[in-house]
Nanobody
Framework: QVQLVESGGGLVQAGGSLRLSCAASGSIFSINAMGWYRQAPGKQRELVAAITSGGSTNYADSVKGRFTISRDNAKNTVTLQMNSLKPEDTAVYYC??????????WGQGTQVTVSS
C-alpha cells in the first residue's frame, strides 16, 4: 500500500503563488507516475499535472505555463509550483500515485482558494 500526505495550499489572491508538496511512504518501490488532480465544487476531478519516474511531464491545458510539477525520487516527494493563480484554480487538490499494477492511490486533499 502507498500512503500520500499533502502539504501546502491555502488562500491566495489572484496572481499569487502557492506550492503544494506530497510525500509518499509505504510501498514506494511500486510507484510509477505521480501527479496532482483537483476537484472544484460541482465538477468532476480532473488531472492538473503528472510526472513519471523518468521525469516526463503532462499538464492540463488550463495550467500550462503557470504550474510546474517536479519530483524527487530519492525523497519520494512530488511538488506542484503554482504561479499566476486564477480564481478558477480554486479547488481541492489531491496528490496521486499510480503503481506498477496501475492502481491509483490518493492523498486526503488540500484546499486551494484563489480570491479575485
Amino acid at each position: 500500500q502507498v500512503q500520500l500526505v499533502e502539504s501546502g495550499g491555502g488562500l491566495v489572491q489572484a496572481g499569487g503563488s502557492l506550492r503544494l508538496s506530497c510525500a509518499a511512504s509505504g510501498s514506494i518501490f511500486s510507484i510509477n507516475a505521480m501527479g496532482w488532480y483537483r476537484q472544484a465544487p460541482g465538477k468532476q476531478r480532473e488531472l492538473v499535472a503528472a510526472i513519471t519516474s523518468g521525469g516526463s511531464t503532462n499538464y492540463a491545458d488550463s495550467v500550462k505555463g503557470r504550474f510546474t510539477i517536479s519530483r524527487d525520487n530519492a525523497k519520494n516527494t512530488v511538488t506542484l509550483q503554482m504561479n499566476s493563480l486564477k480564481p478558477e484554480d480554486t479547488a481541492v487538490y489531491y496528490c496521486n500515485a499510480e503503481d506498477t499494477y496501475y492502481t491509483d492511490h490518493w492523498g486526503q486533499g488540500t484546499q486551494v482558494t484563489v480570491s479575485s
